[in-house]
Structure formats: structure tokens, C-alpha cells
């Protein structure tokens, strides 16, 4: 099995800063894709960032320039920097990854349970 955990959320005030860290554990075999999504009461799950196995990465364009995804393959963590929030940020934030297992060599993709992230004064 393999199971991926989100931690860093919590309450930050406007133009403060947040990092989100997804450490993967289990039976893994290799990573591939790993991302951050959000999802905001009421609204749907959409993407926030991506990077690939070989680093390159992708931002949504409400956060250029403010969020940071990094990995750490030595670790099997993925982090987001989140800087300048705004109470728009305000979501649950899941992680997830493209992971293939030991024991079956088949890949599938895995998401962690989701951490909280509130941007209030």
C-alpha cells in the first residue's frame, strides 16, 4: 500500500507565507508526476502545481510568482512554498503523485488526505 501525508496548513494572515510538505510512504517502486490541487468550499478541486520526475514544473496562473513546488525524490516529498497568500487562497490542499508499487510494477495515482489552509485576519 502506499499512503501519502500532507502537513503544514494552518492560519496565516494576508501576505503571510505557508509550506506545504506530502511525504509518500509504502511500497514504491519509483515516482513519476507529483502535484498540488486545492479545493475552496463550494467550488471545485482544481490544480495548483506540477512537477515531473526530471523537475520541470508547471504553476495555475493564480499562483505564478507566489507558489514554489519542489521534490525531494531521496525523501519521496513534495513540497509547495506558498508566499504573498491571500484569503482567495483559502482551500483544502491535496497532494498527489503518479506512483508505481513494488509488488505489481503498475502505476496509479495517490492522494493524500488533504491539509487545511486558511488565509484570515
Known amino acids: 500500500q502506499v499512503q501519502l501525508v500532507e502537513s503544514g496548513g494552518g492560519l496565516v494572515q494576508p501576505g503571510g507565507s505557508l509550506r506545504l510538505s506530502c511525504a509518500a510512504s509504502?511500497?514504491?517502486?519509483?515516482?513519476?508526476?507529483m502535484g498540488w490541487y486545492r479545493q475552496a468550499p463550494g467550488k471545485q478541486r482544481e490544480v495548483v502545481a506540477t512537477?515531473?520526475?526530471?523537475?520541470?514544473?508547471n504553476y495555475a496562473d493564480f499562483v505564478k510568482g507566489r507558489f514554489t513546488i519542489s521534490r525531494d525524490n531521496t525523501k519521496n516529498t513534495v513540497y509547495l512554498q506558498m508566499k504573498s497568500l491571500q484569503p482567495e487562497d483559502t482551500a483544502v490542499y491535496y497532494c498527489?503523485?503518479?506512483?508505481?508499487?513494488?509488488?505489481?510494477?503498475?502505476?496509479?495515482?495517490?492522494w493524500g488526505q488533504g491539509t487545511q489552509v486558511t488565509v484570515s485576519s
Open positions: 512537477i515531473t520526475s526530471g523537475g520541470n514544473t
Open positions: 498527489t503523485a503518479h506512483i508505481v508499487v513494488v509488488t505489481t510494477r503498475y502505476g496509479d495515482d495517490y
Open positions: 509504502g511500497s514504491i517502486f519509483s515516482f513519476y508526476d
